[in-house]
């Protein structure tokens, strides 16, 4: 956290005004929130008694008053819709709470009277790093009943996942069972996040109100809890990006290696974005053009017809480079596509039992694909409004301000393979690749305060991060070194091959040598016939890698969600048996309590 701003002129005397300083002082952002709503609803229940109310019954009385907003947030969509919940309901004159769900305190659910979860689901079904505590608990036995709670649930997911949206769905249907009563409908939103989030954000904003006027006493004055701020103080955002200048596009793997992985730097000079370690940068990119042309080809259309959408109009390939999404495939323009091309097969995939068919679909087809596995007519303006808005990718930050000043770095893979006779590009990864110095790339940041250094800089660091995940890191060992911070760094890195994927050998090499970096593990997984991963690097550093934990060490994984940091976190679980005497249980709830402490971060995707 930066320095603590100025306190206003307030009626406390300067010791008071000191010792609360010293208080807030390192607390984290949810905490802030939380004291917040705490010392309002003091302050409304003493309303000049001599005694302020117990905690219990301020709670109680806060609870009857106000609007709670919860997210589970693995890239920040949520985050973003919460926030923007929280601002509304306050510019609309509601006392509201803002709070990821690991800082919820559990003990104060049964007191709510209005609740909005906003929560995404990854990978095959598993909740957001900082909200499994929060869905455990809803989940289990000690979850209380809450017949007086009107709630609201906003389900983020991606439909190419045969759960789609399942940590939402379950949330939803358990406080129904739990006897409380939906203010607005369960909703559920895929890639194209806004199409659903933004009527249901306004409906339940309107029925929030109805609700907590209808139980607030006309005499009661509405407090709000706080002010929800932008995470950034800076004009640019996801909606009004910043055009940052390309400074560096340089391929750091060999060209014979098994990707192109470059090493991207931008300019942020001018634009007043500033970043942390730990944070993500959100690039809007456009479709590779032999892609549009292809899907035009296909359909036999015209790229300069014009197209009027929502109030916009431009030529179908304007569309199509700039606005749609070509690359990823998803459920609702298969289905679509299916009634277009009257194709039953692909229709039937569509049936709740053919869901992991249709999921291995969507991850193996692009849009182009299918309409050339499955022809169809379509007019322009039909295709354009069938598929899904073009979404920004998320790139871990690769550098520190303290050491690259007004810039930021990027480490991309660019994405490129043969699938049906033809080649296949990602849209980012293949927009940024193909960039030359000085281009302009829409840009901007995305915080991510679960993925930070420890703020005591004596504390050891152990850092996780094969192929691209190993961005954050270089991220990490320079602001540590920066800072002077003297606990030690410790990186496990792999990819496939020594001499073609070995990211920024040289800098870790240069980092060990001048001591900013304190141990390098590696695991290159094909250079000897036995395939090895970090995982197995883990196990094998196993009692020192306990040893560090149990001194206080933070732990931090990036990468590949739906295998990599499974096992990772396997690996971690035997390392507490083998090396911390626990059984299996034990072992479970000794990581577990590690993320609940923060000192085990994961951004994974």
């Known amino acids: 956290m930066s320095a603590l701003p100025a306190l206003p002129l307030a009626p406390l005397t300067e010791d008071k005004t000191a010792e609360i300083r010293r208080a807030l002082e390192g607390l984290e952002p949810a905490a802030l929130w939380w004291l917040s709503g705490y010392t309002a609803a003091l302050a409304a229940q003493a309303d000049g ?43 609309a004159g509601l006392a509201v709470r803002l709070l990821r769900a690991d800082a919820y305190p559990q003990r104060e659910l049964k007191n709510e009277r209005q609740l909005a979860i906003v929560i995404s689901t990854q990978g095959d079904g598993d909740p957001p790093d900082d909200a499994r505590g929060f869905v455990e608990f809803l989940a289990g036995k000690r979850a209380p009943q809450l017949p007086d709670l009107k709630y609201s649930v906003l389900a983020l997911g991606d439909s190419s996942y045969p759960q789609f949206c399942a940590i939402g769905r379950r949330l939803d249907a358990r406080l129904a069972e ?22 249901w954000l306004e409906r339940t904003l309107g029925l929030a109100r109805e609700a907590l006027k209808a139980s607030t006493p006309r005499a009661a004055t509405v407090t709000p809890l706080r002010a929800v701020a932008q995470t950034h103080a800076s004009e640019w955002t996801r909606e009004r990006p910043f055009a940052a200048e390309l400074l560096v596009n340089q391929r750091i793997t060999a060209r014979d290696g098994t990707r192109d992985v470059r090493h991207v730097e931008l300019s942020l000079e001018g634009s007043g974005l500033a970043y942390e370690p730990g944070d993500a940068l959100g690039v809007w990119p456009t479709n590779p053009p032999a892609l549009v042309d292809a899907v035009l080809d296909v359909l036999h259309l015209d ?6 959408q929502a109030g916009e109009t431009r030529s179908l390939r304007d569309w199509l480079l700039g606005k749609r999404e070509l690359t990823k495939l998803a459920r609702p323009f298969v289905a679509a596509h299916a009634a277009q091309a009257r194709a039953a097969d692909l229709n039937r995939l569509l049936a709740p039992d053919r869901s992991s068919e249709l999921g291995a679909l969507l991850q193996s087809h692009q849009v182009v694909d299918l309409l050339r596995a499955y022809p169809a007519e379509w007019q322009a303006e039909e295709f354009v409004a069938a598929l899904r808005p073009l979404t920004p990718r998320l790139y871990s930050i690769a550098s520190s301000r303290k050491a690259v000043g007004d810039e930021v770095h990027l480490t991309v893979a660019k994405l490129e393979y043969e699938a049906f006779g033809h080649t296949h590009l990602g849209a980012a990864s293949a927009f940024l690749a193909a960039r030359e110095d000085g281009a302009n790339v829409p840009v901007f940041l995305e ?21 691209t995940g190993v961005a954050p890191f270089r991220g990490f060992v320079q602001e540590r070194a920066a800072v002077g911070a003297r606990g030690r760094n410790w990186l496990f890195f792999g990819n496939p091959y020594f001499d073609r ?3 920024y050998q040289l800098e870790w090499q240069a980092a060990l040598k001048d001591g900013s970096l304190h141990r390098l593990d590696l695991a290159f997984s094909r250079d000897q016939a036995e395939k090895i991963y970090v995982q197995q690097r883990l196990r094998e550093r196993g009692r020192e890698l306990y040893d560090w934990l149990e001194s206080g060490a933070h732990l931090y994984v990036c990468g590949d969600a739906t295998r990599m940091a499974k096992d990772v976190h396997a690996a971690l679980v035997d390392i507490a048996v083998e090396h911390g005497g626990k059984d299996r249980e034990q072992a479970v709830e000794y990581v577990d309590a590690l993320q609940q402490q923060g000192r085990y971060a994961r951004d994974v995707y």
């Open 49 to 91: 008694a001599v005694r302020a109310p117990s905690a219990p019954a301020a709670r109680e009385a806060a609870a009857q008053e106000r609007l709670t907003v919860v997210y589970g947030s693995q890239t920040g969509n949520s985050k973003r819709l919460a926030e923007k919940l929280a601002r509304d309901a306050e510019s």
């Open 178 to 199: 739990l006897g409380a009563t939906r203010l607005a409908a369960l909703a559920e939103a895929d890639l194209d996040i806004d199409t659903v989030a933004t009527p």
């Open 303 to 308: 790229g300069e017809t014009t197209v009027a």
């Open 447 to 467: 915080a991510n305060e679960r993925f930070r250094l420890p703020r005591d800089g004596a504390r050891d660091v152990i850092m996780i991060g094969p192929g």
């Open 501 to 503: 994927d070995f990211l």
